[in-house]
């Protein structure tokens, strides 16, 4: 699933509710195994804000809240990566059609930042629509390489 | 931990002293609330201290840039107060740091306004 060579294990695999506390309860806990995998602390908060961006992207604008829809939140460790993925029931969003909120004008509006964020934090973001319908989002961290 | 802040008033300038966290809920509409209710005076005049936001997310961040929009739009100014390392950070990378006016030291943030 990790969509890499290497031997992932499962760390974690939740089903959470379309509301802001899953967000909350997601990046603490991709901060609990992000610590135990050695990931260094400047590197932990961009880690935990990166997965608090996917999954408010994932209950904010896939699943708009709605009750019935769920967000999938697993988290798959290495020796040498974290990743997370993020899974919702929207219609799903093209990242690269999402203007780029540093280019002219765009830096004074007021959202549309949480995709560059994660790029810039993350190794590795890779969005693709799953084959029953919605939304999986995949951050990915190399560890041992920084922070 | 959510936001709390807290407004006292320096001469003609409102500076919001903002602890906590900064994010998508009851952050963000927090410092919303707190700003609206300083911007209600033309050529408004408002000094945000950032020096206890231990975390910011995309939306603390559009709070800011709204702040500051709605505000020049009425005449008023939005300067901030005492970054911490990772707010700078964010505001390098999104490119804000160079739309506010940012002090270490609030006397000289304070003159700046006048």
């Known amino acids: ?147 | 931990m959510s936001v709390s802040v807290t407004t006292r008033q320096v001469g003609d300038v409102s500076v919001l002293d903002v602890a906590g966290r900064i994010t998508l809920g009851e952050g963000s509409s927090t410092l919303r609330e707190s700003l609206r209710a300083v911007t209600v005076v033309r050529d408004a005049k408002i000094l945000l201290n950032l020096e206890e936001v231990t975390y910011i997310d995309s939306s603390g961040i559009g709070e800011l840039v709204s702040g500051f929009t709605n505000l020049h739009e009425m005449g008023g100014q939005l300067k901030l107060l005492k970054l911490t390392k990772r707010v700078r950070d964010l505001l390098q990378i999104t490119k804000l740091y160079t739309v506010f006016e940012v002090f270490d030291d609030e006397a000289t943030a304070i003159r700046s306004f006048h």
Do not use: W
């Open chain 1, 1 to 147: 699933m990790s969509g890499s060579s290497e031997q992932t294990n499962c760390a974690l695999h939740l089903e959470l509710a379309s509301n802001l506390d899953s967000v909350d309860q997601a990046e603490e806990k991709a901060l609990e195994i992000a610590a135990q995998c050695g990931v260094g602390e400047d590197e932990l908060h961009r880690v935990g804000m990166s997965v608090r961006e996917a999954m408010v992207n994932a209950v904010v604008h896939g699943n708009k809240y709605n009750r019935h829809k769920k967000v999938l939140f697993r988290v798959e460790t290495s020796p040498h990566s974290m990743i997370v993925i993020i899974c919702d029931e929207g219609n799903g969003f093209d990242p690269d059609q999402v203007p780029d909120p540093n280019e002219g004008e765009n830096v004074l509006r007021q959202s549309g930042r949480g995709i560059m964020l994660i790029r810039a934090f993350m190794d590795d973001y890779v969005v693709r629509r799953r084959s029953g319908g919605g939304t999986e989002v995949k951050l990915v961290k190399k560890i041992g390489q920084s922070g």
